[in-house]
């Protein structure tokens, strides 16, 4: 029985057996009136359309997981878009925004382990075990501790109550790898940390994993598009594909599930780094054709990110939605780049580069930043750009490490003593750097308040 259904009727069993003949008659009035009171000083439209939503939701949720298709079908995963959602923010709950004029990605790391990290690893129950480097084994907790200080200015504290309302009947999603994912675990997680949820729920329906927050009639959702286009490598469960075959100028099958959504974030890189090629089909994957090109990695980033500019500009709503696109996540393989010789990749690192004035080059192809870059620049519909590129290449002891899962499995004992073959470098522990992520996408969401 769904989720919904049992709640529903065990709020139908608790009415049922509730007699008020067993009651005297004064605790009965004195119910009534306080029912009435509640109701009336309460916004009693936006209450029923939260009741009435809440139904709408159940029902696409289940028809969903009933199509072939399913996640065709998500684009009604909520009910009507209300446009009447309000920001509530109490005298407790005012935010200080930065000026427009402060580049809020220019600053430093600064440890503070009073306001950091934002929640608890053992708090939120969502994350998995690839991000959970304490449970899993990790000895050390500084990573979580540093916070990210503006140079001209300071982000604004995260406050999941006032985010919450700005999602308020709206739908939240991350398209793109697992460094995206990564960051919609973490965007769950800073949501939990302040506001409890009674009901939550969690679907994964093909490509798209779906977390609801119902008092808020609103979701958090992340799609597997690992280069935003068409590809091979498609399949959110089988994609450790050797050979990854892409088709630049194909998107409508990912962009359909991408429509009606009200704040959408963008990420594709680290399954570009595999060579200096790329295989682009020649032809389409549903017509049976195997021959590909080979291209040059930056011609063929261009291409799709030109594909997928212009899928925004003729298939979304700049009144409605917000587009955020994600720079590269760094990823840490030399210890080198930071002049540790005795390291072995990000194996064993506690502490972030704090000397921000050394050039740094840890391997980004700072090519498809620049790409990325112009591309969004050159958009008439508005595209944050979100450079999160330089802060975080100098996390390098942020990442997962030997205390993640490889093919759905923790490492054993044997894979840990080799981190020169098992540590992971790409990903990254929760609570940490996500969070900071998240933290930027919190201040541009709040600023368009």
């Known amino acids: 029985m769904p989720l919904f259904s049992k709640l529903f009727n065990m709020k139908q069993n608790f009415t049922n057996g509730?007699?008020?003949?067993?009651?005297?008659?004064?605790?009965?009035?004195?119910s009534l009136f306080l029912f009435w009171f509640f109701m009336y000083s309460e916004d009693i439209k936006s209450i029923a359309q939260f009741q009435f939503s809440n139904h709408k939701i159940q029902e696409n949720l289940e028809n969903s997981s009933n199509k072939s298709n399913g996640v065709q079908e998500n684009s009604k995963i909520l009910g009507e878009h209300s446009k009447s959602s309000s920001i509530l923010i109490n005298s407790e709950e005012k935010i200080e925004l930065p000026p427009e004029s402060c580049d809020i990605f220019k600053g430093q790391w600064v440890y503070d382990n009073v306001t950091h990290p934002i929640y608890k690893e053992q708090e939120c129950k969502f994350l998995t075990e690839q991000v959970t480097c304490l449970k899993n084994g990790r000895k050390d907790s500084l990573y979580q501790n540093w916070r990210w200080q503006p140079r001209d200015c300071s982000l604004p504290k995260f406050r999941p109550r006032l985010l919450l309302e700005k999602l308020r009947n709206k739908r939240l999603m991350f398209v793109g790898d697992s460094l995206?994912?990564?960051?919609w675990e973490s965007m769950i997680c800073l949501l939990q940390s302040g506001v409890p949820f009674s009901w939550?729920?969690?679907?994964?329906?093909?490509?798209?994993?779906?977390?609801?927050?119902?008092?808020?009639?609103?979701?958090?959702?992340?799609?597997?598009?690992?280069?935003?286009?068409?590809?091979?490598?498609?399949?959110?469960?089988?994609?450790?594909?050797?050979?990854?075959?892409?088709?630049?100028?194909s998107i409508e099958k990912h962009g359909n599930?991408?429509?009606?959504?009200?704040?959408?974030?963008?990420?594709?890189?680290?399954?570009?780094?595999?060579?200096?090629?790329?295989?682009?089909?020649?032809?389409s994957f549903d017509e049976g054709c195997t021959e590909y090109d080979e291209v040059e990695r930056t011609i063929a980033y261009r291409r799709?990110?030109?594909?997928?500019?212009?899928?925004?500009?003729?298939?979304?709503?700049?009144?409605?939605?917000?587009?955020f696109f994600m720079s590269m996540s760094p990823m840490h393989i030399r210890s080198?780049?930071?002049?540790?010789?005795?390291?072995?990749?990000?194996?064993?690192?506690?502490?972030?580069?704090?000397n921000i004035s050394m050039p740094l080059n840890v391997g980004t192809d700072k090519?498809?930043?620049?790409?990325?870059?112009?591309?969004?620049?050159?958009?008439?519909?508005?595209?944050?750009?979100?450079?999160?590129?330089?802060?975080?290449?100098?996390?390098k002891a942020a990442h997962t490490s030997l205390y993640t899962t490889r093919q759905g499995k923790l490492l054993t004992p044997a894979q840990q003593a080799d981190p020169a073959m098992y540590a992971d470098c790409i990903h990254w522990c929760l609570p940490g750097l996500p969070d900071t992520w998240n933290e930027f996408l919190y201040t541009r969401i709040m600023s368009r308040s």
């Not at 995206?180 to 960051?183: F, L, S, V």
């Not at 990110?305 to 212009?310: A, E, F, K, M």
């Open 18 to 30: 509730f007699k008020f003949n067993n009651f005297p008659i004064c605790i009965v009035v004195s």
């Open 336 to 354: 080198m780049d930071w002049n540790n010789p005795n390291g072995i990749k990000c194996a064993k690192e506690t502490t972030p580069i704090l």
């Open 304 to 323: 799709v990110l030109t594909t997928w500019s212009q899928w925004v500009e003729n298939n979304l709503d700049p009144n409605r939605t917000l587009v």
């Open 180 to 183: 995206n994912r990564n960051q």
């Open 367 to 395: 090519r498809l930043f620049a790409i990325a870059s112009n591309v969004t620049k050159s958009m008439k519909f508005h595209v944050y750009f979100m450079n999160i590129t330089s802060i975080s290449e100098y996390r």
């Open 200 to 249: 939550k729920k969690y679907k994964k329906i093909g490509h798209l994993s779906v977390f609801m927050i119902e008092e808020y009639n609103a979701t958090v959702e992340f799609y597997w598009a690992p280069y935003i286009v068409e590809s091979n490598s498609d399949d959110p469960k089988m994609h450790s594909i050797l050979t990854r075959i892409i088709m630049p100028e």
């Open 257 to 283: 599930n991408w429509k009606n959504v009200d704040y959408l974030i963008f990420n594709t890189y680290g399954w570009w780094m595999n060579g200096g090629t790329m295989k682009v089909l020649r032809g």
